[in-house]
């Protein structure tokens, strides 16, 4: 059964402050893994990542996957309070579905 | 929002009455998902559906059914709701092919089952 686990559960930090939220997986047939920002409503897309040591950025936030580790991280550099939310980690499985992780819940302090 | 509508937004339910949740689409996507989401569990899939009449399981499935009667509309049915069913309810289509395939959500169904 396919898993995915996310560190840590819950991170509170200072507005400024720069973040990296953990993602490891076990998979039986890798296709890609996808993160995705919670904030009060549904889950927003963020990056999709299949290849391993390429870097995703879109702002202030990257990231990067992990093949031989089975693993990817999300950087967050000079987090803002907006930033605050539930980031989530998913593996793609056949039928395009998804297996996601718990959650890491961020919270940015002013 | 990728043309996804879901209704109700919230309910209040009774132990053992039926439920039905609607997501609708409007871009004629294929693939069409419902997950629940509880406190330290991430989201779950519960039914998928990857066309007209067809459907599949996903790993939390017991106690709920689906119906897709057209590309639009998928229905996700508790038969007799139970407070574990409590939870919030997204659905989602899949968008992209060839190894680039995301989800999209919708806003979410709060689903409170007294």
């Known amino acids: 059964e396919d898993k995915v686990v996310q560190s840590p559960l819950s991170l509170v930090v200072h507005e400024g402050d720069t973040v990296t939220l953990n993602c490891s997986y076990e998979?039986?047939?890798?296709?890609?893994l996808l993160w995705y920002k919670q904030e009060k409503k549904a889950p927003t897309f963020l990056f999709m990542l299949?290849?391993?040591?390429i870097e995703k950025k879109s702002g202030r936030l990257s990231s990067i996957l992990d093949k031989k580790e089975l693993s990817s991280i999300l950087n967050i550099t000079a987090t803002q309070t907006g930033d605050s939310a539930i980031y989530l980690c998913?593996?793609?499985?056949?039928?395009?579905?998804?297996?996601f992780g718990q959650g890491t819940r961020l919270t940015i302090n002013p | 929002d990728a043309g996804i509508t879901q209704s109700p937004r919230h309910k209040v339910t009774e132990t053992g009455t039926p439920v039905t949740l609607r997501c609708h689409q409007t871009?004629?996507?294929?693939?069409m998902y419902w997950y629940r989401q509880d406190p330290g569990h991430g989201l779950r899939l519960i039914h998928y559906?990857?066309?007209?009449?067809?459907?599949d399981k996903g790993e939390v499935s017991d106690g709920y059914s689906v119906s897709r009667s057209k590309t639009e509309d998928f229905l996700l049915t508790l038969e007799s709701a139970t407070s574990s069913q409590t939870s919030v309810y997204f659905c989602?289509?899949?968008?992209?092919?060839?190894?680039?395939?995301?989800?999209?959500f919708g806003s979410g169904t709060q689903l409170s089952v007294l």
């Open positions: 989602a289509i899949s968008e992209g092919q060839g190894g680039d395939e995301k989800l999209f």
């Open positions: 998979v039986t047939n890798f296709r890609s």
């Open positions: 299949t290849s391993s040591g």
């Open positions: 998913a593996d793609l499985q056949g039928a395009q579905k998804l297996v």
């Open positions: 871009e004629n996507h294929r693939y």
């Open positions: 559906s990857y066309g007209v009449k067809d459907t």
